[in-house]
């Protein structure tokens, strides 16, 4: 529900209004002057409207469900600042600046939303040119989204966080774009919330970040990576996931490759790193090769609050390029890995397969209830 209290002038191709306030539940805008344009078929003019600085605070939850459901739950107050223009097509946002009250959290951006009439086309996205926080700060955004919460924690060591780059809003994903500042270096990020898959996908590059710092782990220092990640949030099959194995973790795989890193005193370059978690347990292998002997590493760990607890198997390979025998079990060894991978998607694909069938049986019997209570 909302009330609007403006002065109006009327003229024969618009109207002028002045002195605007819009008023909901949780919202107060006002803006001093606004122009609508009527649409004109003879003159080929579309509906179109322009405000001066709209100012106020609101609950993000009463001016973004129409366009980002995900956002209905944000109760956070904020203040905010933007001029905006339009037509009955699409909007444009100028000069926005978002904060909290407490100034712990501020962002300033440009934006906008085109294929208003359009559901499945409905495109909504944001340049952000500067956002800063904290830790803290960001896990109690965190907490406005109905989703599962992992590595807070970890959130929490980044330290104060900045971020420069684009949001960007479609039919059933949200994409993360840019360049995230924090007190333990800066990544690269790119990020997709597929909703109709239930999968979150990303890359993650960094060249330094004080990883240590962040999982608190002292001996190790800076690290620079390119990482890929698949995580999955399906309800339905999370649920399966939990119900067979318990566990705290997220389920999903990583798959990254350090360019540099070091451990103690010892520094190491260009390592294939995979982690693999099933909900219960994180298994992750690391591999450096070189000419003569290659390092080689398993790890584990069953929480995110206490990685730094992790079981850690460390192992050295001596190989030689003229003895056969050893050339021979490298090989073999790669044959038994590719084989092991390949029966483990195997049997994931077999999972989600099953897991989809169960969602889908579980719609029909609800869609078949409802029908019966008509």
Known sequence: RSTLFPYTTLF??????????????????TFDEGTLY???????KKLAYKTSLISGTTLLKDISRPFVPALRNFTIPLELKVLLSGTDEGMKFSDIHVNTQDQRFALDA???IT????KEEL???FHVKDMK???????????????????MKQLKNLGTIGFVGDVIIIWKKEIFQGLLRTDAGNLNVNLVLDEDTKYILGTVRTSGIHLGKVVEMKDIGDVAL???FNFDFSKPRTAQMRKLKGGKLPIGKINATVQKASFKKIH???IDVTINSDGAVAQGNLHQRNKIIDVLCSFSFTSTDSIHKMKIRPNLKWHKSQDNSLEKQRKKEEKAAKKQQKAEEKALKKQQKAAAKAEKKRLKAEAKAAKNQQ
């Open 12 to 29: 024969r191709s618009s109207i002028h209004l002045t002195d605007v306030t819009i008023q909901q539940e949780n919202t107060v805008l």
């Open 38 to 44: 009527f649409p004109s078929k003879k003159k080929g």
């Open 110 to 112: 440009d934006g906008g």
């Open 115 to 118: 294929n208003l009439n359009e």
């Open 123 to 125: 495109d909504i996205r």
């Open 133 to 151: 926080t904290t830790g803290n700060v960001a896990e109690e955004i965190i907490n406005q989204f109905m989703v599962k919460k992992f590595m």
């Open 226 to 228: 390119t990482a890929n």
């Open 268 to 270: 190491f370059d260009d």
